[in-house]
């Protein structure tokens, strides 16, 4: 054990406080650098920082192994014992730094990216060797909304998860909503109304969501629905009618669009009925 100390506060200790002070300071000046390029976006920085982090982070740990390899070397074999037993206890571990592996190799996920894993939902806006952080995103009318929660995700669930990028939504998106009507109410003239108010409010989106839509697929190499406006019609185990609409519309403004069609088609719905009883 004391040549086991004499060896450790040789050369080693120094070599390692040196080249981790170089590294800290490689990052302060960056990190200062990047916070100075006002003209940069917000999500770029955020990424490049967690570039930056991450690859010195292994840089420091490749430097650690050589710089502490001949002091390791002559307790290899006396660790062959506690193999199993470290592989055991670091089970997690392993997994956080293989689910890691698999993000940067496969590019599955980068910051600034929307993504569904398992239950949780949000925008990723760190990830290091051992989590992912995200900024949830809530669901059903409340995709595009942020829940104020930031969670922690360890590495390892992407080993084990179905993971969903919603990386071509978070600017554009098919966004869609349901009416229910009575089945007495006539289909037609309600739906061809709510379809030309829908029209009208997207038109002023037209041209970029075309050159958007371009872009998806020419990024992702998969073919879109040529028309930016639909409608569905289905019918529910009570017979009621169910009016789906579907829409290519900013996410900033998809919330907004579908209530001023949601107030119409309850107006229209009123009347109908206002009518019907008089």
Known sequence: MSELIQQ??????????????????????????????????????RRIKSNIKNGLFLVVLI?????WAPALRT???????????????????????SG?????????IRVGDWIEIGDLRGEVVDQ?????????????HKK????????LVPNSLFLST??????????????????VLHPEIPLGPIRDKLLNVLTEETEQYAEVAKRYKAL????????????????????LDDTHVRLTFICFVPVAEASQIENKIKTIASAEIADWYARKAG
């Open 162 to 179: 179905t993971v969903k990028n919603e990386r071509f939504n978070k600017r554009y998106t098919y966004h869609n909503f349901n009416i």
């Open 100 to 108: 890691y592996i698999l993000k940067s190799t496969s590019g599955l």
């Open 216 to 235: 998806i697929e020419k990024r992702a190499d998969i073919p879109l629905p040529d028309a930016f406006i639909d409608s569905r019609i289905s019918f």
């Open 8 to 45: 450790l506060s040789g050369n080693q200790i120094i070599a390692s406080l040196v080249f981790m002070a170089a590294m800290l300071a490689v990052r302060f000046v960056s990190n200062s650098w990047l916070n100075s390029r006002s003209k940069m976006e917000i999500e770029d920085r």
């Open 63 to 67: 430097a650690l192994i050589f710089i």
């Open 144 to 151: 595009y909304e942020y829940s104020g929660r930031t969670v």
């Open 75 to 97: 307790f290899a074999l006396s660790l062959t014992a506690f193999a199993v037993a470290i592989i055991l206890a670091t089970k997690e571990l392993i997994l956080c730094i």
């Open 128 to 140: 290091n060797i051992m989590t992912t952080s995200l900024e949830e995103l809530g669901h059903g």
